[in-house]
């Protein structure tokens, strides 16, 4: 980053963050809604005690539908120093996290990187973002990540162009998720828990079953460097007011469909969910 030009994503806004906000909705501070155990990430991750989850305010990519709208677009949150963050990194591992669980930090990855040096948990570290990164700042980020969680969203340009006014999502989100499993081999512990590795998730939609067999087409070839979580859960939420095709959960045939596809391509590092598994219950509670 520049004083004038913010680069941390692939928004590249052209403004001071010192002094101002950049499309991430963020200026200079961190911002954080809630950190906890978190019990209910892929079982590889959470573990028996949880990850140690920390959620960041603001966001870059910022999709109508997000579960997460409380905080990645209005904000909700309080405001904590570098030093704070740090702290937290050292409470989570007291209380027993099996990792830190770093979720939508692309806009802080700066500030992550001065917190991890001033205190580094001897647990995994976890980035758990929606994808859409600049391969240089995760290069920049490497070294202080055991651990990628990045979402594919969208294949088609269309699609991503509709729910986040970003066409280039696919291509600016599969490079950085290639650049993720290039660098991170799966390394699993003795207590069976990931500690090193790449768990890509995807989001079925609704109507938009061709799109997720795209985004497993471009899986495929790293089914044996990485694993996909293909998700059930979406919930209408968030800006949806002119998205009718939003406005309901998908059905048991259109997940099905998507679930015999991974099936057909003969992805075995492949979580699946069962089907009533959407519900807005698994959305947190926020507590600042
Ligand atoms: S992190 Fe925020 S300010 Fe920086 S480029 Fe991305 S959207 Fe803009």
Known sequence: MNNNVCLLCPNSCKINKQLIKGACGTANDIAIAKFYLHKFEEPII???????????????????????????????????SV??????????ENMGAHNINLVNPTHYSDKIIDALKIYRPKIPIIYNT??????E????????????????????????????????YFEKASKAVEFMINSKPIVFGQDRLIKSGVVVRHLVLPQCTSDSKK????????????????????????????????KRKITKREYGTVIDYLLSLNIKNAYYQEFESASEK???QWDF
């Open 282 to 284: 698994y959305i947190p």
């Open 130 to 135: 929606h994808g859409y990164e600049n391969v």
């Open 137 to 168: 700042i995760l290069e920049k980020m490497n070294d202080y990540i055991d651990v990628y969680l990045p979402d594919m969203k969208y294949f088609s340009p269309a699609i991503s162009k509709r729910y986040t006014g970003k066409e280039d």
């Open 83 to 92: 030093q704070e963050l740090a702290e937290i990194f050292k409470q989570l």
């Open 215 to 246: 985004v497993l087409d471009w899986f495929a070839p790293f089914k044996e460097k990485a694993f996909i979580n293909v998700m059930s859960q979406y919930t209408p939420f968030g800006d949806i007011e002119k998205f009718p095709e939003l």
């Open 46 to 80: 959470s573990g028996i005690n949880g990850s140690g989850t920390v959620f960041f305010c603001g966001c870059s990519l910022k999709c109508v539908f997000c579960q997460n709208y409380e905080l990645s677009r209005n904000l909700r949150g309080k405001i904590i």
